[in-house]
């Protein structure tokens, strides 16, 4: 199959305590994607250390209990070219040591990617940098009150599973990332593919954008887009 | 919050190509009860090497596509106490060469823990050990026909999102192996720390484990049991 969207080289960023599912729903249907495509995945992080999804406040309980991930890349020695870049959350977005490296790198990466997509708190980390002012973005509905502060000039849109402003996407919390995915992947490569895939991995998406039953029962059903 | 259930070590074995989402989606799930509950992660692999998703074999396009997650012990020097231990499943199952080192630790590591956990294709590969013999099992229904010859005496259950029985669970493909932690959350840590998370994750879950699109897509409805 022909890659017609010409999308082959994605980039996602890592950083202490990312939340899982917000990186492998949505790279689990891109590993899926390349197996008729040609894709090319590049994990940056700050250092080329493994990172971890463990917490590191927050975790009173004595647990000992995270993924490590290898990355490919760093921030200050990124992959060359991007064409979309995918930014996840989780609980290291609340910390500004943890996120200003990442920050740093989502602007100067940005300008250069075809398609730029964030997940769950994700999203208002990236809004701190101010690349989605004056965009419609969404994102993580119980922590709506921290992610839209962080953007005061963004148009959030609290009833949507995810939501497509031009060549951002944001999505909801956490699962929400994996319908975004498939509706990205619906959207580049075709209904068809998206459609096969979830069967196989027998995913039940959710194919309306609007479908919310999160900022339903956060009480987050009206709009604050300005 | 007090583990009544007493079950603080978690163990999950890797191989090289396994399913991101057969790995992430349950573990994720766990990540948040180790927030409140004291929990300890274990992966176990061939060698303290990173082990990747990226397939050996089946991916002719190209591509450059796969994510390495860290081991934290191997099957010749294991954990020495495991609560619960989890199977996932991917292409390397299809490989005897992968699964044969595997295998051996199944045999060797399942009399000695509380609860067993097998997802999707993972399912073959434990039935293929006889673990599952005489037991009720599913697994994933795109590779029913290859998952159930690899126990013809196990009960297979076509039309399941998991399956329980006894202290051994299985559930259908990738995504579903989500609904089983959920469930198996629920009954261990309490149905409100389940729903509370599922809430966070803004995850719909799939409670009735008898639902499954997947079996009636595939024309798996009739019953194999025995």
Known sequence: MTNETELVNYG??????FQALDVFGPLDVL?????????????IAETMDPVSTKP????????????????????????????????????????????????AYILE?????????????GVGMVAQTGILDGRRATGNKRSWAWVTAQGPNVNWVPHAR???????WTSSGVSAGIDLMFAFVA?????????????????ERHVNPDWDPFAEYWNLTGSSEV
Chains 1, 2 share one sequence.
Not at 12 to 17: D, E, G, S
Not at 109 to 121: D, E, G, Q, R, W
Not at 162 to 168: H, I, K, L, P, S
């Open 56 to 103: 590191q406040v927050m975790n009173n309980s004595g647990s000992d209990f995270g993924e490590s991930v290898v990355p490919t890349h760093t921030f200050t020695e990124p992959p060359e070219q991007l064409d979309v870049l995918i930014v996840p959350g989780g609980v290291g977005t609340r910390s500004d040591e943890v996120t200003a490296p990442v920050r």
């Open 31 to 43: 590993n899926m994607v390349s197996f008729s495509n040609r894709l090319n995945l590049h994990i």
């Open 187 to 203: 959207k580049m490569y075709g209904e068809d593919l998206a459609s096969e895939l979830a069967l196989g991995m027998e995913y």
């Open 109 to 121: 990466a940005f300008p250069n990617v075809k398609y730029f997509l964030s997940i769950c708190t």
């Open 12 to 17: 996602i960023v890592l950083y202490p305590a």
């Open 162 to 168: 995810w939501v497509e402003d031009g060549n951002v």
